[in-house]
């Protein structure tokens, strides 16, 4: 089984693309309430792409709560493969925000070909990805009129803010989701044209550091010298936090933390990897940073980390105003590694930051959001079936990796509903994802259809 699926993608391979730029065209950003029309109307249509590929009980799952107010889960099943395993297939249809608007080459929810490639926000972060799944399932029904194995779909659209929802329906609605497997493909490979499974997600807690200062903004004319500064306040708190190695200097922060194995580091060190290649090419930088005793890899696979993201507050208009804002802001996080969790880490980094508040200034530190470290075991039929697809597919071995980036739901897919978690993107490291011009190799976009049938295959022993 698989063969007409496959031939069936190839012949529709141009209208999947097409149906790709219509579901890309819908600016579903998540961390904007303006938008939240926008993030129902692309629930709205990956529900009805699942319809039409032949899934059944589709359905919106509200995730609003009295405290919460969410974004619509995508639910869908085929339950008609008796004795074979159940597959559930994970995605999220929410998307970042595409600012700075003016690097983008073309506009970000105007889906563009070029180079082979298509650029859209959200082209590879995980519109296109998670259309793969929804056009392998299509493949496989319409083709062939049934699935090798059982299959449920669940689509977030807060994925890019925490997913909140989802992890709270997990927890309490576990059993709607119980399944033998997920499959997540919300990654990326490790270099073109070589096939990678990730085995590991850093986890993170998202935080915002809140420091006060005068009750007021004041003039820094008449009070500069006398008055407490809070962004100065905040960047000296920030100085403390890691030092110029990027050696994170909470105490107890890296106690008790999981060391990759003699196995997985022979691995990456037998990776194709170029690190001038990466320096110039993906970061643009010139040098790199970080704790010099570990290898690129490694500190951004294994090693723990902490970053600024924004520093909202204050003057930043055009021009000059002299103030002196009365309270400043920063948003701060760390990814964690296994033997980490969020809860105890934030309390460290908590009573750190609590203890070293600059005089005349008082602090708030707020979870914003977290995410679990996971690393699954590559000893299973699943990842087996997984590397011997997208061995078939792209005609070399498959590699294992891990990623650098965190994926909440395969922590609570782990810890929730005991199943292993298969991580089988198709994304590219110069994909841009979370940048201007995001873009995913259409090539691989078909091939990942095709990898994903051929899974299914495997799995239900066809």
């Not at 961390?31 to 039409?52: C, I, S």
């Not at 990759?260 to 940073?289: M, Q």
């Not at 995410?371 to 005609?395: C, H, L, Q, W």
Request: aromatic share 8%; net charge negative.
């Amino acid at each position: 089984m698989s063969g007409k699926a496959v031939e069936f993608a190839k012949d529709n391979g141009a209208r999947f693309v097409e149906e790709l730029k219509a579901l890309l065209r819908i600016p579903s950003i998540s961390t904007t309430p303006e938008r939240a029309g926008d993030v129902r109307k692309a629930a709205e249509f990956v529900a009805e792409g699942l319809r039409a590929a032949g899934m059944e009980n589709v359905r919106l799952i509200e995730t609003t709560t009295a405290t919460h107010q969410g974004h619509p889960l995508v639910y869908a099943d085929w339950l008609h493969s008796p004795g074979k395993p159940t597959v559930l297939c994970y995605g999220h249809y929410d998307v970042q925000p595409p600012d700075p608007l003016d690097e983008w080459k073309s506009p970000p929810f105007e889906p563009e070909e070029r180079d082979g490639n298509i650029y859209a926000r959200g082209a590879v972060d995980d519109k296109g990805q998670m259309w793969m799944h929804v056009k392998a399932l299509e493949s496989l029904l319409k083709a062939e009129g049934k699935l090798p194995v059982n299959i449920k779909v669940i689509v977030e659209g807060e994925e890019e803010v925490g997913g909140e929802g989802i992890a709270a329906f997990v927890r309490e609605h576990g059993d709607v989701l119980k399944a033998d497997a997920a499959l997540v493909s919300d990654t990326e490979m490790f270099a073109p044209e070589l096939p990678t499974l990730c085995v590991g997600l850093r986890g993170m807690i998202y935080t915002e550091l809140e420091v006060r200062g005068a009750a007021t903004d004041l003039h820094s004319g008449m009070y500069g010298g006398a008055a407490p500064n809070p962004f100065v306040a905040l960047a000296q708190i920030i100085a403390k936090l890691k030092d110029e190695t990027g050696h994170i200097a909470i105490p107890g922060f890296y106690d008790g933390i999981e060391a990759p194995t003699a196995d997985e580091l022979k691995a990456w060190k037998s990776l194709p990897f170029d690190e001038e290649h990466y320096r110039k090419t993906e970061v643009g930088s010139t040098e790199l940073t970080g704790e010099p005793d570990f290898s690129v890899l490694e500190r951004t696979w294994s090693r723990p980390t902490m970053d600024v993201h924004g520093m909202p507050g204050g003057f930043t208009g055009a021009g000059a105003k002299t103030v002196i804002p009365a309270k400043a802001l920063a948003k701060i996080s760390f990814r964690l590694v296994p033997g980490m969790t969020p809860e105890a880490t934030f309390e460290k980094y908590r009573k750190f930051v609590e203890g070293i508040v600059p005089k005349g200034t008082q602090v708030t530190v707020r979870m914003i959001h977290s995410g679990e470290p996971i690393v699954v075991s590559t000893d299973n039929d699943y990842i087996r079936a997984a590397k011997e697809a997208m061995g078939e597919v792209f005609g070399k071995e498959t590699v294992f990796v891990r990623g650098g980036g965190s994926i909440p739901i395969v922590g609570d897919f782990v810890r929730e509903l005991g199943i292993p978690t298969v991580m089988m993107g198709f994304g590219l490291p110069d994909d841009n994802l979370h940048a201007p011009n995001e873009k995913f190799h259409l090539a691989n976009f078909h091939r990942g259809i095709e990898s994903i049938v051929r899974f299914f295959g495997l799995v239900g022993g066809a």
